[in-house]
């Protein structure tokens, strides 16, 4: 029988992970189909719910990595599972802390007019990019997690 705390950190990784992929590539998308005419409303609901996301993912990463540390000592840093989880959080860190505070800057530079009909499109384009990107690496670094958590 496996330890609450195993557990745990299996319930964790699977809400993280499941997460990341659920609202960044199925609600996310569902939305801006169904508010195709707005685009703002959808853009503002996603990152309303990225920053959920985020901070589900700093609370997970908080857990497994005092896990890991306490289950393994110090051969936790050889291990794949220890640095997907810290460039997760790494990239969770900068994204809500880093990349949201420019992009949210750039919106309330524009106003009132749209972020995307002003001068400052392309710098958000090219930021929002940026959180693409490395919200993608997120996700894909998920999969270590779930094939190394033992």
């Not at 169904?34 to 719910?49: E, I, P, R, S, T």
């Not at 990239?91 to 106003?111: H, M, N, V």
Request: glycine letters at 8%; aromatic letters at 14%; charged letters at 10%.
């Amino acid at each position: 029988m496996k330890r609450w705390s195993d557990k745990l950190a299996l319930i964790l990784t699977t809400l993280w992970v499941g997460a990341l992929w659920s609202i960044g590539f199925i609600a996310v998308q569902v939305l801006f189909n169904v508010l195709q005419h707005d685009k703002q409303m959808a853009g503002m609901l996603a990152g309303h719910m990225f920053t959920v996301v985020s901070y589900v993912g700093i609370v997970c990463a908080a857990y497994l990595i005092v896990y890991r540390l306490l289950q393994a000592g110090f051969s936790a840093f050889k291990q794949g599972f220890f640095w997907a989880l810290l460039i997760m959080l790494l990239l969770t860190l900068a994204g809500e802390f880093g990349i949201q505070p420019i992009l949210a800057s750039l919106k309330a530079q524009a106003l009132p007019a749209d972020v995307m009909q002003s001068v400052f499109a392309s710098r958000f384009r090219a930021w929002h990019g940026v959180a693409s990107v490395a919200y993608l690496i997120e996700c894909l670094l998920g999969l270590v997690l779930i094939f190394k958590l033992r």
